[in-house]
């Protein structure tokens, strides 16, 4: 039997899947803090990336098991019969509102946020650009 290769994968709106996405343990999360960080980086990068290709404003625990939620591409794996739970989208949410790449929304609660695939000051800069040329 020839070992599994982990390969990209090209999803029905056109986001390329790295091939990380393919391994069974990317997601399991990791108990050693060195592995466990690269592991949050690689989602973290993935969550965002995803988010700018479809236009993704917000991410929810729910969306973990929300059958037509926009997310499912990412927070599943069918193929390798792998999703993330509604605890681990929680915990990769607090991982982004601590690096400043989400804002919960609403407020005092950690189960649903903003993502900021641009952060606030890029959006700001985006604006301000299309104002200067668009109107001057």
Partial sequence: ?????FQTHQTETGF???????????????????SRADQDALW???ILSYA??????????DD???QNSEWL????????????TKAQVTTLLQTLVSQNQAAYEP????????IYWRKPE???????????????
């Fill in 1 to 5: 039997m020839e070992p599994y290769k």
């Fill in 16 to 34: 390329t899947l790295p091939s990380v996405h393919a391994c069974p343990a990317f997601f399991c999360f990791q108990p050693f803090p060195a």
């Fill in 44 to 46: 973290t990068r993935l």
């Fill in 52 to 61: 700018r290709h479809r236009r993704l404003f917000t991410l929810s625990a």
């Fill in 64 to 66: 973990a098991e929300r």
């Fill in 73 to 84: 591409d990412v927070l599943t794996n069918d193929r390798i019969n792998r999703r993330l």
């Fill in 107 to 114: 407020p005092k609660q950690d189960s649903a946020a903003l």
């Fill in 122 to 136: 890029e959006w700001a800069e985006t604006l301000h650009s299309w104002v200067s040329t668009t109107f001057i």
